[in-house]
């Protein structure tokens, strides 16, 4: 069992930056891989990120890559998403997730899931 809580966001203009974090708790954290995801009402969830168990592969959608940076620090059993050059499209909520399949991009293989925290971008 993995439980997932994340945190830090909030309303910032576009081009600022941030940076979201979701603390895990459970045994398993190092053995299971890592991913965010968002959402914006009537859409469906989409996949941002994803890290392998040590954190040595990353993999971003197309629309955030070289914006994002996803890291995990399995000490802690944190992982984090920064945030560069945020655009308006990026507002969503964002929730972490964690599956012990190893799949990346597919939120159905994901098994746990935090609450998500609201991140609004204005332009």
């Known amino acids: 069992q993995v439980q997932l809580v994340e945190s830090g966001g909030r309303m910032v203009q576009a081009g600022d930056s941030l940076r979201l974090s979701c603390a895990a708790s459970?045994?398993?954290?190092?053995?299971?891989?890592m991913g965010w995801f968002r959402q914006v009402p009537g859409k469906e969830r989409e996949f941002v990120a994803a890290t392998t168990r040590g954190g040595g592969i990353t993999s971003y959608a197309d629309s955030v890559k070289g914006r994002f940076t996803m890291s995990r620090d399995n000490i802690k059993k944190t992982v984090y998403l920064q945030m560069n050059s945020l655009k308006p499209e990026d507002s969503a909520v964002y929730f972490c997730a964690a599956n012990s399949r190893g799949s990346f991009t597919y939120s159905r293989d994901y098994s746990y899931w935090g609450r998500g925290t609201q991140v609004t971008v204005s332009s």
């Open positions: 459970g045994r398993t954290f190092s053995s299971v891989v």
